[in-house]
């Protein structure tokens, strides 16, 4: 080495010591640690719609949510890949479409279909980040499985916590329309006590312990909290359903004369539930009462886990999502609860909040939906995405520097699409070969009323569109790149007859109640 090099590197030695000076820069080794990645918190309610406050309803209470919003980014037009808890999950979670993860029923593991793919917070993992689930984020049986491990994908977390509360130990109580039944059909119930008592209300203070451990420890976290509410049964403490005044609830009026303008497979999904169809108005409004306080219920458990990540500071550098798996009808349409290609059953609340990008307000109406949740997220922790997403990241809305990313969104029901424009919605059936169609504009009938698709005005519109969603089909079956093993018609996992704790039946069908012990 000859003496310049030498003089050289000792100069640049010099000033780096120096660096740790008084009244210098220091340059530490935290700024380039893990610790000063961004952390997430992955917030999901279930089943539930937008009849939030910030996105227009004026009667449900959802103060919480709302706020969050304010300092975060809302997506006004974001849709689930299929309406139904199980198939939703496993799509966002690996950010594929429910025809490249092969599944669409409820009940199944997620690795029985795609054994090679990688999760969100398998991902995290593999980052060096504590990747925790609370309560309800893959597919669990409501409420059967509350307390279990359900429908989990063990590779995803360093560590599970399935909550357990008095709304399981009390199932006896619930209203139900269908006896020994409370999840897929419309269940009710005033509860007494307090939120903590409740799995969700265990769900946000396990939640909370969390964030305090986090905040000691420094270690970076994936925290995905999922809330087995407003599914059915709608339980809350009483408090929540004294918030509202069963006379100002609203029952859409459904006219059985659209049923006859629309596909037969339409026309059957929301025909599906028998013993839902055309209830009486006050049975009516009592269900519908108690999904908002079912609603306000989450919204407060939302509240408490936010307001702990502010205590401890933590909120500094913490994405914050939240998201719902998939919308629902209440009562739109003369249909209950989700399993529809109509808006109710499609649309879903997503916010989004970043550290350093916190608009005041900022609203779009881009399309999007929910697979784009992953590489979104990879893209603001500035982690390499897997290479079998097929989403697309939302940063650039976020960031306010591109208004749209998609100019439409795909939603899958069995034998349907269903296509979401900023302004329309076109939805393909087959009916064994035989191709059927529904058009909306969103213009003039936003509660998809008016089947458009015979409409010679809408001829061109049609036609653009039914090209655009054929692409979109095709695209959403392709195989994803380095997704490896797809394996075709697996089959939900046998399971008993929904015995709870809350109710038993004789081998000849006779009902008796109790109260288990804790």
């Known amino acids: 080495m000859n003496w310049f090099s030498f003089s ?11 660096c740790n000076s008084p009244n210098k820069v220091n340059i530490s080794l935290d700024e380039t640690s893990a610790s000063k990645k961004p952390n997430v918190l992955f917030i999901i309610a279930d089943d539930l719609n937008c009849d939030i406050g ?18 975060g980014t809302l997506f006004l037009n974001a849709h689930c890949q299929y309406p139904l808890c199980g198939p939703s999950r496993a799509s966002f979670m690996t950010g594929m479409y429910t025809d490249q993860t092969k599944m669409t029923k409820n009940n199944i593991f997620l690795r029985s279909t795609v054994p090679d793919v990688k999760t969100i917070g398998q991902r995290f993992r593999e980052q060096g980040y504590q990747s925790v689930r609370i309560g309800k984020i893959f597919h669990y049986d409501n409420p059967s499985t509350i307390g279990t491990s359900g429908i989990d994908d063990a590779f995803s977390w360093d560590q599970t916590i399935n909550p357990y509360g008095r709304d399981k130990i009390e199932e ?29 209300g265990i769900a946000a203070t396990e939640a909370i312990k969390k964030l305090e451990s986090f905040s000691k420890s420094g270690d970076n976290f994936f925290l995905a909290v999922g809330f087995f509410r407003p599914h059915t049964p709608f339980v809350a403490p009483k408090k929540y359903y004294n918030l509202y005044n069963k006379e100002e609830i609203f029952i859409p009026k459904s006219s059985s004369r659209y049923l006859k303008t629309i596909p037969i497979s339409a026309a059957k999904s929301v025909r599906a539930k028998k013993n839902q169809l055309d209830l009486e108005e006050d049975l009516a409004k009592e269900i519908k009462l108690a999904y908002y306080s079912t609603i306000s219920f989450v919204d407060a458990q939302v509240g408490r886990i936010i307001n702990k990540l502010k205590q401890t500071g933590l909120d500094k550098n913490t994405i914050v999502v939240f998201i719902s798996d998939h919308g629902y009808h209440m ?11 109509f808006e109710n059953a499609t649309k879903v609340p997503l916010i989004i909040k970043v550290p350093g990008l916190e608009p005041e307000s900022h609203k779009t109406k881009s399309p999007v939906e929910l697979i784009d949740i992953f590489p979104t997220l990879m893209d603001l922790t500035n982690i390499v995405s897997p290479p079998h997403l097929v989403g697309k990241s939302l940063k650039p809305i976020i960031q306010k520097k591109s208004s749209f990313i998609r100019k439409n969104a795909l939603t899958r029901w069995r034998n ?28 003039y009938d936003n509660e998809e009323l008016e089947n458009l698709t015979l409409n010679s005005n809408y001829k ?10 054929d692409t979109r089909i095709i695209e959403a079956n392709l195989k994803p790149h380095g997704l490896g093993r797809q394996i075709n018609n697996v089959q939900p996992i046998t399971k008993p007859f ?21």
């Open 8 to 18: 050289l590197k000792l100069s640049y030695l010099f000033v780096l010591l120096s």
């Open 54 to 71: 910030v996105y227009g309803n004026k009667i449900v209470k959802t103060p919480n949510i709302d706020q969050l919003s304010q300092n």
């Open 172 to 200: 006896y109580k619930i209203n139900t329309l269908s006896p020994r039944r409370y999840g897929g059909t419309l269940s009710w119930f005033s509860s007494d006590g307090e939120d903590k008592e409740q799995t969700d």
């Open 498 to 518: 929904n015995l709870t704790y809350g109710d038993l039946h004789d081998e000849n069908g006779k009902r008796y109640f109790f109260k288990s012990k804790n």
């Open 416 to 443: 349907g699409y269903s296509l979401k424009t900023e302004r329309f919605r076109l939805t393909k059936w087959n009916m064994k070969g035989d191709f059927q169609y529904e058009l909306y504009d969103h213009k």
């Open 331 to 341: 009562g739109e349409h003369g249909h209950w609860q989700k399993q529809t290609l």
């Open 460 to 469: 061109v519109v049609l036609d653009s569109l039914i090209k655009t969603i």
